[in-house]
């Protein structure tokens, strides 16, 4: 069976490495971009990761297990990617209602 994120990859093009690009375009090639891009890659990494991760494995308590180990600076962020693709499966598989599934029952008990 193929994965979800190998037929959505190509489409939504989401990447953690397109985000200097997309920052570059919108603000300009400054001095400070590469330092700044240095601080933020394990944000945009952990948000991208997870939301790939939540479309191939977006069971509520698997999922939830998964997001919990990652470091606290992060978690929240990885919680929010995974939002972000349990919401987007809801949009293209209304049933069943995944983030609102989440979000009352393992996903409640987050803590940074």
């Known amino acids: 069976m193929i994965a979800r994120s190998t ?3 190509p489409i939504l093009r989401l990447s953690a490495a397109e985000f200097p690009k997309m920052a570059a375009k919108q603000f300009g090639l400054g001095d400070t971009i590469y330092d700044v891009w240095d601080r933020f890659a394990p944000v945009a990494n952990t948000l991208v990761d997870s939301f790939w991760h939540t479309i191939d494995h977006p069971h ?8 919990s180990q990652h470091e606290p600076q992060v978690r929240g962020v990885a919680y929010e990617g ?7 499966l ?6 069943p209602q995944r983030l609102a599934t989440f979000i009352a029952g393992p996903g409640h008990a987050f803590e940074p």
């Open 60 to 67: 509520p308590h698997d999922l939830h297990a998964w997001l």
């Open 90 to 95: 809801d949009v293209v598989q209304p049933r």
């Open 82 to 88: 995974a939002g972000m693709g349990l919401a987007l």
């Open 7 to 9: 037929v959505l990859k």
